[in-house]
């Protein structure tokens, strides 16, 4: 029986796009008569309960309690620590769902590249986690059997710019990823300080997600039209964030936007299903799972069309250019003046998040490590 090795560390911090992936994926795993699962991850002196993170995490887990994470990850580059001396010991193969493989690993090795922020907007990352990946996605790319990306769009430009074969690449798409219990409207309303009809997004609030340009295109159709809808800005702090804020602040209108924060995954179903209009204006995405999100939970979604966005919402959104602030106002717009038209949209997105689920995700992720196992 082959040892197949998770890195789960994504998991345990608030979770965005790449926690909420490899959580999804992990849950449905199991072992099986050829291979067995576990996971790892770091928990320095057992102080984080990580038992909410990793609740439908069946597999064994497997915890290092002596060194942090980050300190790990600092100095892994020249104290040569084998990676699985700090948890079982030798596996078959080891997955890791953050782009980067430790160096000193044994045995097959499978990463996840979901996207290429790094190089194509470099300007929007955080520099510490813009150096990390600078230092260590060469070796990656070198040490990994097999790379997953997250759909056709970041194959191709895996390919392209860092010249990884075609046949190296295999995807395994995100899906929809919503809790089965949702919040009571009113708390949630009243929590948020939200009192009218809302415009939602739903995502980190960083650079690469375009909310400043957002931000004005609400501005302009505030005063143009005179809606009374308040901007939901729904999502934990990012980096390189300053800026966003100031332009909420001093922009017209400013007491109608509202910043939530990190919500819950119950939270979030009730902001899907009682917004107007979900915008998701983004710049740069290897997937974009919010639009997804939002389809599955009757919301018209107005989005840009640009990178993977295309391939991922398909028919069922209204298509904007995220580099024009009036193209996302004039898009917005249409969904709240034109009512046959936003429903029309949301039967569509009812049928396209259908093509996308966790399941089916994790057989094929089953599928790659049996050719990478030759099993």
């Known amino acids: 029986m082959k040892e197949i090795a998770l890195e789960l ?41 990580n038992c909410t ?36 010991g030798r596996t078959d193969l080891s997955i890791f769902f953050n ?3 430790p160096p000193n690993i044994s045995g097959h090795v499978i990463s996840v590249v979901h996207d290429l922020t790094y190089l194509r907007y470099p300007e929007t990352m955080k520099k510490s986690n813009l150096e990390h990946m600078r230092r260590g996605i060469a070796y990656s790319i070198a040490r990994s059997d097999r790379i997953i990306t997250v759909s056709q769009f970041s194959k191709k430009e895996i390919q392209e710019l860092l010249g990884v074969p075609g046949e190296k690449i295999s995807i395994v798409y995100n899906a929809p990823s919503l809790a089965k219990e949702t919040a009571e409207y009113d708390v949630v309303r009243k929590k948020y300080g ?50 966003i804020y100031k332009t909420a602040a001093q922009m017209d209108h400013s007491e109608d936007v509202i910043f939530t924060g990190y919500i819950s995954a119950e939270e979030k179903n009730a902001l899907y299903q009682n917004a107007t209009v979900f915008v998701f204006p983004s710049i740069y995405e290897g997937f974009g799972i919010p639009p997804l999100e939002a389809m599955a939970m009757g919301c018209p979604v107005v ?26 106002a004039d898009g917005i717009m249409k969904i709240l003046l034109d009512h046959e038209y936003a429903n029309y949209l949301v039967e569509k997105g009812h049928e396209q998040c259908k093509k996308f689920t966790w399941d089916y995700s994790a057989q094929q992720l089953l599928k790659v490590c049996r050719e990478v196992l030759a099993l």
């Open 99 to 101: 782009f980067i493989v």
């Open 9 to 49: 560390q994504p998991c345990c911090w608030d979770r965005s796009g790449i926690g909420t992936y490899t959580y999804e994926l992990s849950k449905r795993l199991r072992s099986q008569e050829e291979f067995h699962f576990h996971g790892n991850i770091f928990n320095f002196l057992g102080r984080r309960d």
């Open 194 to 243: 939200i009192n009218q009809d809302y415009i939602l997004f739903v995502s980190t609030i960083e650079p690469r997600k375009n909310i400043e340009r957002l931000l004005r295109a609400f501005s302009c159709i505030k005063k143009k039209y005179k809606i009374p809808h308040q901007l939901v800005l729904a999502g934990g702090k990012g980096w390189q964030d300053e800026e």
């Open 53 to 88: 993170a990793l609740s439908e995490i069946t597999i064994p887990i497997y915890q290092n309690t002596i060194m942090p994470y980050g300190i790990y990850r600092r100095i892994w580059s020249f104290v040569p620590i084998p990676y699985q001396w700090l948890f079982k």
């Open 303 to 328: 989005c840009a069309d640009v990178a993977s966005l295309p391939e991922v919402v398909g028919d069922a959104a209204h298509f904007v250019d995220p580099f024009d602030e009036q193209s996302i």
